[in-house]
């Protein structure tokens, strides 16, 4: 019960805590301490309004009581027990009173607490605040001790806030009574003893509420506090037009929408007192006649609310979810995707139902029918964004963020007409609520909160399929059974005979490799024998046709695929993956196959598929990562758990969805949806299953006397950019040195590099494990992207050619049997379909394909072509077809950095 009342309460406070944060730490320039003053400065201005009118509650309450009081006393002087209790139950009637309209004298109180209990958890959780200091506070991630007596310490910081916090309530409760004194005294000794023991981080945010709270006592006890109002507004334009100066002339590396967001945050802010004139005056204008109207505008927010709810809370996430139910299974308590869904299904209750519906309630009848008006048009204007204008922007990642490189503005007739729509719904709406026909939006909400529901079920019922048959395949997974244990040796290598070693690392940029090697000169020997092949491209930007002709070739491009109308794409998908292990079977043999992708077109690979073809198989990455994390010791990073992250982006991501594509991005912000901790704790997480995976890769290799092996292994540490430690590249809890930055600021490219450094740095180590095994020299070593990443910049690429090469320039090195030497260079015109070539030969004369009785050749020599644009999942190729509708290719041949070679053409599909 507890876990429902924070999600739904607290939660949506701490989101909104959060992600001013990180908005304050971006714009200060990473000072922990100023974050933390912004922070507090905008969450009690946030809350001002909700003060406001609980002073005029409480005001209410103190005037009923002062009225009530001679009479009451009188009554319990001159009567006993239950005579007592009917009669001044009569008296509250004929006054309108009821005992629990005491509470409202306690409504700054009830606010507090929860924005408290919000701050608390956020900011005792961050992790970021350990260590860092600010002014003479050597770690707001711990309590100040800046009073030092012999070996004991005092902190300071909880003194001067309570000390704040009582002059502060000496200041309000003048002329109150002695309860209503005594009671805030009280509280502050209770924060008092709550803090004093609390990180220096927090204990400044409260103080800095006090301090707010302190000054808007003193203007609320002057004769007029609106005198003053002009200056206060005169004050906030000066300091918000300094904040624009600030961020315009000395942040000039930020990026252009952290500039953009933070400088029209500042202008709409200073703009406040006159939207708020504009406010007054359109509800005096135009919607003065709802007044009376309060039952059909109450009955209209609430279920506005409950649509709100339906389209955030459930039918996004759901559809999202829906979509692989695979993806967002076994990541919490609950196996099931509702393990995930259902926090994010209540936390978007408190956002959009529980708190909205508090402050409806305390509000006054004016401010009732603009709160109505804004919710019903959210409502309307979400679905049509989140569905008529939903956006390409790729592939969505089990966090929920998409490839780098997206434009989320799209074209301008795409942002244009949306706006366009959005101006034409609200002046809609502005003129239903003119004619007082509320009643008609009223029906609207109730047709989508119905049409809401059968959507949800719908959802939920594909989301539990989905999860049944994926649970099915994880329990008969003998992998799962035997997670976490110690390694043991899985990867077979032949003493005597000859071994084909294939690593497919997902994602891996070919351009990164020269400057690796120039990094790390030890790498040049450490790879001796391989030959790189720069002039390599791929089929596709994605997995789900750039790895197929990997284990292949060239039968199983996109565009052979399509052509193939006999068999289903799963068919075609695992014929694929099969095909080398059958070749090398026939010829005698051991062969192994670990973590292929999309067996089954499945995400998770059943191993069963193999194993029941005689092919030795496990899915080893995720499988030691808590193995690691005990050897990392204290040198590991805090283990953000995927539900947890999950839960908070769901949230997000619905408010992205439901966002006009112009200001898509501002939520997005990178894929951080404005997390504290930005991408890099979480994306170490991610990258922690496949680092740890090539980490223990000398401990999976066992070596045999006789015989000879084929090992496909797939791998996706490069896939997952994150900051590792240098020199070493290593996982560190707190990384402190990058190293040299050859990217110009690009962080997304830099902490790629990190990642594909450390993937050369463990595969190194491996190869001096086979070295001193003996099974160096005897064993064909490929190394193979599936594709490319785009928008990463290359520097020494044109920029012309990067955009043309995009994410179509996988990594590719062989080292042969016996090969000696530094590393080569080879410019010949490749593909990843040669891999089944370059694996075979000289091994099988004239290998032929099993499954459809054609010799293996390389189909390159007038060029290849490649599919620019399509689908990335397994579930959006229920048949043989990969092509719907017309399909952009690119033709590339010879040299793929001339420009002159490429050539872009349309494909219309079926």
């Known amino acids: 019960m507890s876990e429902v009342l924070y999600l739904i309460i607290i939660m949506p406070l701490e989101l909104i805590i959060e992600t001013a944060y990180t908005f304050f730490f971006v714009t200060v320039r990473g000072n922990y301490g100023f974050a933390l003053v912004g922070v507090s400065v905008f969450v009690s201005f946030l809350c001002l309004p909700l003060y406001a009118q609980a002073e005029s509650l409480q005001e209410k309450e103190r005037a009923i009581q002062r009225k009530m009081q001679k009479r009451r006393e009188s009554i319990r002087t001159h009567f006993k027990g239950d005579e007592r209790y009917l009669i001044l139950s ?5 006054n309108h009173y009821h005992p629990l309209m005491a509470l409202r004298g306690s409504m700054s109180l009830l606010i507090q607490i929860p924005f408290f209990i919000a701050a608390y958890s956020f900011l005792s959780h961050l992790e970021v605040l350990k260590g860092a200091s600010f002014f003479v506070i050597p770690d707001l991630g711990a309590p100040d001790g800046l009073l030092r007596l012999g070996s004991f310490s005092i902190n300071i910081l909880p003194v001067i806030m309570t000390l704040i916090n009582i002059v502060s309530g000496a200041i309000y409760a003048r002329g109150f009574p002695f309860r209503e004194r005594a009671q805030l005294y009280i509280m502050a000794l209770i924060f008092f003893v709550l803090l004093y023991a609390s990180p220096a981080a927090l204990v400044i945010y ?8 302190l000054i808007k006592n003193i203007l609320y006890k002057l004769k007029n506090p609106k005198k003053i109002l002009p200056v206060g507004v005169i004050i906030a334009f000066v300091c918000l037009a300094a904040a624009c100066i600030y961020i315009v002339s000395f942040r000039p590396h930020s990026k252009e929408i952290t500039k953009t967001i933070a400088i029209t945050v500042s202008i709409l802010a200073a703009g406040i007192p006159l939207y708020a004139a504009g406010i007054r005056f359109a509800g005096k204008r135009f919607f003065s006649h709802l007044k009376n109207q309060q039952k059909d505008i109450r009955v209209l927010f609430f279920l506005s609310c409950a649509a709100a709810w339906l389209l955030c809370g459930i039918v996004i996430p759901f559809n999202v979810a829906a979509s692989d139910p695979s993806e967002f299974s076994f990541l919490a308590e609950n196996p099931s995707p509702f393990g995930v869904l259902i926090p994010a299904v209540l936390a978007v209750s408190g956002l959009l139902v529980f708190w909205p519906g508090y402050i409806f309630l305390i509000s006054s009848r004016k401010v009732r029918i603009f709160f109505s008006f804004g919710m019903a048009a959210l409502v309307i204007l979400g679905i049509i964004n989140a569905f008529g204008f939903p956006g390409s922007y790729g592939m969505l990642s089990k966090t929920l963020t998409f490839p780098l490189g997206v434009n989320f503005y799209g074209t301008s007739p795409f942002w244009v007409s949306n706006i366009f729509v959005c101006v034409a719904i609200l002046f809609g709406c502005a003129l239903v609520y003119r004619s007082g026909k509320i009643k008609i939006l009223s029906a609207l909400m109730t047709i989508l909160i119905m049409g ?4 949800a079920l719908w959802k939920a019922v594909d989301i539990q399929q989905g999860y049944s048959a994926h649970r099915e395949v994880v329990l008969s997974n003998e992998t799962y059974a035997r997670a976490d244990k110690k390694p043991q040796p899985v990867v077979q290598l032949s003493e005597s005979g000859k071994n084909v070693f294939i690593i497919m690392i997902d994602r891996a940029v070919s351009a990164f490799f020269p400057l690796i090697l120039e990094e790390r ?5 450490a790879f001796s024998g391989f030959v790189y092949y720069p002039n390599t491209v791929s ?11 990997i284990f292949g070739g060239y039968e199983y491009t996109p565009e052979k695929f399509h052509e193939r109308k006999d068999k289903p794409m799963v068919d075609k998908h695992n014929e694929a993956l099969l095909l080398l292990p059958t070749l090398f079977q026939q010829q005698g043999y051991t062969v192994s196959a670990f973590d292929l992708p999309y067996v089954n077109y499945q995400n998770m690979p059943d191993i069963s598929f193999f194993t029941s073809r005689g092919i030795n198989s496990e899915n080893l990455m995720g499988k030691y990562d808590r193995i690691f994390i005990e050897e990392l010791g204290e040198d590991a990073p805090v283990e953000i758990k995927p539900d947890l992250v999950l839960r908070r982006n769901f949230v997000m991501f619905s408010l992205f969805a439901i966002a006009p594509p112009a200001l898509r991005t501002a939520v997005y912000r990178d894929g951080s949806y404005w997390n504290a901790v930005g991408n890099d704790r979480q994306d170490i997480v991610l990258a922690l299953s496949s680092y740890s995976e090539l ?20 791998n996706n540490l490069t896939h997952s950019a994150a900051w590792l430690q240098y020199p070493d590249y290593t996982v560190k809890a707190r990384v402190t040195d990058l190293g040299p930055d050859r990217f110009y600021g690009d962080s997304f490219a830099f902490q790629d590099y990190h990642v594909h450094v450390a993937a050369c740095l463990l595969l190194a180590k491996w190869f001096d494990v086979l070295r001193e095994q003996g099974v160096y020299d005897n064993t064909r070593i490929i190394i193979v992207a599936d594709h490319d990443q785009a928008g990463i910049f290359k520097p020494f690429i044109t920029e012309e050619m990067n955009q043309i090469i995009a994410d179509h320039n996988p990594i590719l090195l062989v080292k042969d049997f016996y090969a000696k030497g530094e590393v080569k260079t080879d410019m010949s015109f490749m593909t990843n379909a040669d891999v089944p070539l370059l694996a075979t030969q000289g091994l099988i004369s004239s290998p032929v394909n099993p499954f459809t009785g054609k010799e293996l050749k390389p189909d390159k020599d007038n060029g290849v072509n490649i599919l620019l644009n399509g689908f990335t999942q397994p579930h959006n190729f229920p048949d043989y077809r990969v092509l719907r509708g017309d ?17 872009k053409f349309t494909w219309q599909g079926d």
């Open 90 to 94: 009569m008296y509250y009637r004929e």
């Open 206 to 213: 409260w103080t800095c509420n006090n301090i707010f709270s």
């Open 452 to 455: 809401g529901c059968a959507a």
């Open 521 to 525: 000169e030890e790498l040049k020997s």
């Open 539 to 549: 089929f596709f930007g994605s997995t789900i046709f750039g790895a197929p002709p």
């Open 695 to 714: 980490h223990y890769l000398p401990q999976l290799t066992s070596i045999t006397k006789e015989g000879n092996t084929l090992t496909l292994l797939v």
């Open 887 to 903: 399909s952009e290719f690119h033709h590339v041949k010879d040299n793929i950095f001339e420009k002159k070679n490429w050539t």
